[in-house]
């Protein structure tokens, strides 16, 4: 048995991306929203795949093309989750891929500082590595320039240079050495070679053979997202050797036969064939242990679709946005649209919000005032206004009013009695008893809906505009004897004479000289008060 500790361990993984077989946004959002469209694809990129890889390994992922070798890595470095399966990693991973983890639109001083605390690291710690990294990446000044500008080679010397002065357990590095110059790759993989001499693990995604095989202690070989082989590097190498001319040399037609056919196969793949496939291997399995692997299997779903839970709950988000902003809409209020939601659709939402009507209405008194104030003198513009204000607080009134009549019920408020209701409402409590026969008024409770008479209301509502209009003429009248007591008196201005003061105020010279006998008018300063007569001439 081998003594060395677990670092990675992959049971019965798979990972299924679905296909969009067009850019349509529909399709895309319908996706996000996690509903399935008939046009969509399920494409398994990995297929019940199960390994080991032990403290101090260094191993190899080969396969063609599309293989699902990145799509592996980005599962174990947790990039990416799988569909079902379980990943068991006991360690610090890193990974370096051409892209991985980079910001492209931050420096690549910036891109180290950044990774180098997702890893945990101190800001202390990154000031004392910053010049070794920077230093080993050779990529000199071009540092502070963002990492979009930068070539696929120096992307690779920045992560590289990055990780190996991270020091994680477990090193990925997906092809990213391939990119990079002969010098800094020899540079890398010494460095590389250190970590495995320390007995650090690491997964080598490559299509080079040779370094493979100068590498690795052992090889997955994946094809079309199923492990094909796993061993030592000396069995598994030839065998993909062997492999890999046997399909250069197929005809063009052969090979797209053989590739459509795979992928075919891999379009058609469900968790239920992982299961026949997991249950037939392992027909020896205790029950416990089919138990164990079965929920497994279950366990993983993909992360980018929604539970059913989650999708209940933004449904009844949505749903909830959307009433609200119905019952903002309508004449009603929260409660009553969720206590009553049949009135609240049939009566209260196609019905304008009193606020609304309310105002509509002062805006066309407004109106009408403007038009009578221009053909009247001012004096009577004052208290026409004060009349058509007082119509205007009546139009008020009354809506507010139809606001609380509306349909033919009144909502009994705290502190309400019967008595009070109905002097509010201008009514007799013998109007409100024989309009509610059935109910028993010697108790009214806060929320209790009582009928109000119509003919009854529309008196109230006139009795409530004649002492409106009978309030708004005795101010009238006040305003009236307040203007004659003003204008017995009157303060002289910069500019007035006594023959303008008498036309202003429609007198003669005369008229003013016999009220104020003490005056003399031959000089008159402004600030000076003079008295004016009782009546006009
Ligand atoms: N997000 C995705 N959505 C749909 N299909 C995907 C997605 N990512 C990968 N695939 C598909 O999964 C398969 C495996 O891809 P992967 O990148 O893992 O292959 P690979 O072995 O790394 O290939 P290469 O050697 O070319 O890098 C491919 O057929 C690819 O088209």
Same mark, same amino acid.
């Given at each position: 048995?081998?003594?060395?500790?677990? &670092?990675?361990?992959?049971?019965?993984?798979?990972?299924?991306?679905?296909?969009?077989?067009?850019?349509?946004?529909?399709?895309?959002?319908?996706?996000?929203?996690?509903?399935?469209?008939?046009?969509?694809?399920?494409?398994?990129?990995?297929?019940?795949?199960?390994?080991?890889?032990?403290?101090?390994?260094?191993?190899?992922?080969?396969?063609?093309?599309?293989?699902?070798?990145?799509?592996?890595?980005?599962?174990? /470095?947790?990039?990416?989750?799988?569909?079902?399966?379980?990943?068991?990693?006991?360690?610090?991973?890193?990974?370096?891929?051409?892209?991985?983890?980079?910001?492209?639109?931050?420096?690549?001083?910036?891109?180290?500082?950044?990774?180098?605390?997702?890893?945990?690291?101190?800001?202390?710690?990154?000031?004392?590595?910053?010049?070794?990294?920077?230093?080993?990446?050779?990529?000199?000044?071009?540092?502070?320039?963002?990492?979009?500008?930068?070539?696929?080679?120096?992307?690779?010397?920045?992560?590289?240079?990055?990780?190996?002065?991270?020091?994680?357990?477990?090193?990925?590095?997906?092809?990213?050495?391939?990119? %990079?110059?002969?010098?800094?790759?020899?540079?890398?993989?010494?460095?590389?070679?250190?970590?495995?001499?320390?007995? *650090?693990?690491?997964?080598?995604?490559?299509?080079?053979?040779?370094?493979?095989?100068?590498?690795?202690?052992?090889?997955?070989?994946?094809?079309? %997202?199923?492990? !094909?082989?796993?061993?030592?590097?000396?069995?598994?190498?030839?065998?993909?050797?062997?492999?890999?001319?046997?399909?250069?040399?197929?005809?063009?037609?052969?090979?797209?036969?053989?590739?459509?056919?795979?992928?075919?196969?891999?379009?058609?793949?469900?968790? !239920?064939?992982?299961?026949?496939?997991?249950?037939?291997?392992?027909?020896?399995?205790?029950? *416990?242990?089919?138990?164990?692997?079965?929920?497994?299997? !279950?366990?993983?779903?993909?992360?980018?679709?929604?539970?059913?839970?989650?999708?209940?709950?933004?449904?009844?988000?949505?749903? %909830?946005?959307?009433?609200?902003?119905?019952?903002?809409?309508?004449?009603? $209020?929260?409660?009553?649209?969720?206590?009553?939601?049949?009135?609240?659709?049939?009566? !209260?939402?196609?019905?304008?919000?009193?606020?609304?009507?309310?105002?509509?209405?002062?805006?066309?008194? *407004?109106?009408?005032?403007?038009?009578?104030?221009?053909?009247?003198?001012?004096?009577?513009?004052?208290?026409?206004?004060?009349?058509?204000?007082?119509?205007?607080?009546?139009?008020?009134?009354?809506?507010?009013?139809?606001?609380?009549?509306?349909?033919?019920?009144?909502?009994?408020?705290?502190?309400?009695?019967?008595?009070?209701?109905?002097?509010? &409402?201008?009514?007799?409590?013998?109007?409100?008893? /024989?309009?509610?026969?059935?109910?028993?008024?010697?108790?009214?409770?806060?929320?209790?809906?009582?009928?109000?008479?119509?003919?009854?209301?529309?008196?109230?509502?006139?009795?409530? &505009?004649?002492?409106?209009?009978?309030?708004?003429? /005795? &101010?009238? $009248?006040?305003?009236?004897?307040?203007?004659?007591?003003?204008?017995? $008196?009157? $303060?002289? *201005?910069?500019?007035?004479?006594?023959?303008?003061?008498?036309?202003?105020?429609?007198?003669?010279?005369?008229?003013?000289?016999?009220?104020?006998?003490?005056?003399?008018?031959?000089?008159?300063?402004? %600030?000076?008060?003079?008295?004016?007569?009782?009546?006009?001439?």
């Amino acid at each position: 048995m081998n003594s060395k500790k677990v &670092k990675i361990k992959a049971e019965y993984l798979t990972k299924k991306f679905e296909l969009l077989p067009t850019k349509d946004t529909k399709n895309k959002a319908k996706s996000l929203a996690g509903v399935s469209t008939q046009d969509e694809q399920e494409f398994w990129a990995l297929r019940n795949v199960s390994f080991e890889i032990r403290d101090g390994e260094c191993v190899g992922v080969i396969g063609l093309n599309g293989a699902g070798k990145s799509t592996l890595s980005n599962i174990i /470095s947790g990039q990416i989750s799988q569909t079902t399966g379980k990943v068991e990693i006991n360690g610090d991973v890193s990974i370096i891929a051409a892209n991985a983890g980079m910001q492209k639109n931050l420096s690549g001083r910036e891109n180290i500082r950044l990774k180098a605390l997702m890893m945990g690291m101190t800001n202390k710690e990154i000031d004392e590595k910053m010049d070794d990294i920077i230093n080993f990446s050779e990529l000199g000044p071009f540092i502070d320039q963002p990492v979009k500008t930068y070539s696929s080679g120096m992307k690779a010397k920045l992560g590289f240079s990055i990780m190996v002065h991270q020091n994680p357990d477990i090193m990925i590095v997906d092809e990213a050495l391939s990119v %990079g110059d002969k010098t800094f790759v020899d540079k890398s993989k010494n460095k590389m070679f250190e970590f495995r001499d320390e007995g *650090k693990t690491i997964l080598l995604v490559s299509h080079d053979m040779r370094t493979i095989k100068e590498w690795c202690d052992r090889v997955i070989w994946l094809n079309y %997202g199923e492990v !094909k082989a796993y061993g030592p590097p000396e069995k598994i190498i030839p065998e993909y050797n062997k492999f890999s001319k046997w399909f250069k040399k197929l005809p063009k037609k052969e090979q797209k036969k053989y590739k459509d056919e795979q992928r075919q196969v891999q379009m058609d793949y469900s968790v !239920k064939n992982l299961e026949t496939e997991v249950f037939k291997k392992g027909l020896s399995m205790s029950r *416990k242990e089919r138990i164990r692997v079965s929920e497994g299997l !279950k366990k993983n779903k993909d992360s980018h679709r929604l539970s059913l839970g989650s999708k209940v709950l933004v449904t009844f988000c949505l749903l %909830g946005f959307i009433w609200l902003g119905l019952v903002s809409l309508s004449s009603a $209020t929260v409660v009553e649209s969720v206590a009553h939601p049949v009135s609240f659709f049939t009566e !209260k939402m196609f019905k304008e919000k009193p606020a609304f009507k309310k105002q509509i209405k002062i805006t066309e008194q *407004k109106g009408k005032d403007n038009t009578e104030n221009s053909a009247k003198n001012n004096s009577i513009s004052v208290v026409n206004k004060q009349e058509h204000k007082t119509e205007s607080s009546v139009a008020n009134d009354t809506a507010q009013t139809a606001k609380q009549d509306r349909g033919t019920s009144y909502t009994v408020k705290v502190g309400d009695s019967l008595g009070s209701i109905a002097n509010d &409402k201008g009514l007799s409590v013998e109007d409100i008893q /024989s309009e509610n026969p059935g109910v028993d008024f010697s108790v009214v409770n806060p929320g209790q809906k009582i009928k109000l008479p119509a003919s009854a209301r529309e008196k109230a509502q006139k009795n409530k &505009k004649t002492s409106a209009k009978g309030q708004a003429k /005795s &101010k009238s $009248t006040a305003a009236s004897s307040a203007k004659e007591k003003i204008e017995k $008196t009157y $303060t002289v *201005k910069t500019g007035d004479s006594i023959g303008s003061i008498a036309d202003d105020f429609g007198f003669s010279v005369e008229q003013i000289e016999a009220e104020n006998p003490e005056v003399d008018f031959s000089v008159i300063n402004p %600030g000076q008060v003079i008295k004016l007569p009782g009546s006009n001439k």
